[in-house]
């Protein structure tokens, strides 16, 4: 008789990190952002109950205090979009960078968009 065929493939899980970006000075998830995050709503059930982190950032205009508070609405927006999708909003956790974690350096008061951004972590350690 032929072998059996081989086991389906086990969906493994795909910590990220998952990247989405905002407009200047917005908390808006954009279509482009939207299929992001879909494709790590898709990611996260293979990852069992993982935790999710997801760090908000701003880039460099605006004051550092202004941008702290930017990026954690920016995370809480990623927070809802993602537990409008199933995601159950006891494991995500979110936390705020504001200007400090630039991804590109820049001169202060300059606006970047790779630095306005939530990046999505899943897993034990995710987002430190």
């Given at each position: 008789p032929p072998p059996p065929p081989p086991p389906p493939p086990v969906a493994e899980c795909q910590p990220g990190p998952y990247i989405v970006f905002f407009e200047w000075d917005k908390s808006d998830i954009t279509p482009d952002a939207a299929t992001i995050l879909d494709n790590a709503v898709s990611a996260y059930s293979s990852c069992g109950s993982a935790q999710v982190m997801l760090a908000g950032h701003a880039d460099k205009s605006g004051s550092a205090s202004y941008n702290v508070g930017l990026s954690q609405r920016r995370a809480d927006a990623v927070k809802a979009y993602l537990a409008s999708k199933g995601i159950p909003d006891g494991v995500m956790t979110t936390q705020a960078f504001g200007e400090s974690k630039p991804r590109?350096?820049?001169?202060?008061?300059?606006?970047?968009?790779?630095?306005?951004?939530?990046?999505?972590?899943y897993g034990p350690g995710a987002g430190m």
């Amino acid at each position: 008789p032929p072998p059996p065929p081989p086991p389906p493939p086990v969906a493994e899980c795909q910590p990220g990190p998952y990247i989405v970006f905002f407009e200047w000075d917005k908390s808006d998830i954009t279509p482009d952002a939207a299929t992001i995050l879909d494709n790590a709503v898709s990611a996260y059930s293979s990852c069992g109950s993982a935790q999710v982190m997801l760090a908000g950032h701003a880039d460099k205009s605006g004051s550092a205090s202004y941008n702290v508070g930017l990026s954690q609405r920016r995370a809480d927006a990623v927070k809802a979009y993602l537990a409008s999708k199933g995601i159950p909003d006891g494991v995500m956790t979110t936390q705020a960078f504001g200007e400090s974690k630039p991804r590109v350096e820049t001169a202060d008061g300059v606006r970047e968009v790779q630095n306005r951004r939530v990046e999505i972590t899943y897993g034990p350690g995710a987002g430190m």
